[in-house]
Nanobody, 128 residues
Framework: QVQLVESGGGLVQAGGSLRLSCAAS????????MGWFRQAAGKEREFVIGISWSGSRTNVADSVKGRFTISRDNAKNTVYLQMSSVKPEDTAVYYC?????????????????????WGQGTQVTVSS
């Protein structure tokens, strides 16, 4: 089993930056594809950004392209979401997720159904 814990959420002004962390325990993440999703109040959970196990490939939602980046530190068993130039519409609970099914592949899953492990989420609120 993999346990994921997000941190780094909070209140930020529009145009500001925030870095979220997702720390894993129970198993090493080094061979897992990782993703960040978000869910705004009253909306479906949506894909934000993901990274392949090696870090060589990322997928980025159009809504955050050019503003958000994802990285991973396998030595620390941690994945990061760097958010820049945030907008009020980025307000949501952010979740990290792990997918073991594409280990050693450069495929980055986009759907919630493809991820097996989820964190509890961290709230990000962007004020205008």
């Amino acid at each position: 089993q993999v346990q994921l814990v997000e941190s780094g959420g909070g209140l930020v002004q529009a145009g500001g930056s925030l870095r979220l962390s997702c720390a894993a325990s129970g198993r090493t993440l080094s061979s897992y594809a990782m993703g960040w999703f978000r869910q705004a109040a009253g909306k479906e959970r949506e894909f934000v950004i993901g990274i392949s196990w090696s870090g060589s490939r990322t997928n980025v939602a159009d809504s955050v392209k050019g503003r958000f980046t994802i990285s991973r530190d396998n030595a620390k068993n941690t994945v990061y979401l760097q958010m820049s130039s945030v907008k009020p519409e980025d307000t949501a609970v952010y979740y990290c997720a792990a997918d073991p099914d594409y280990r050693y592949s450069n495929y980055v899953p986009l759907s919630t159904e493809e991820y097996d492990y989820w964190g509890q989420g961290t709230q990000v609120t962007v004020s205008s």
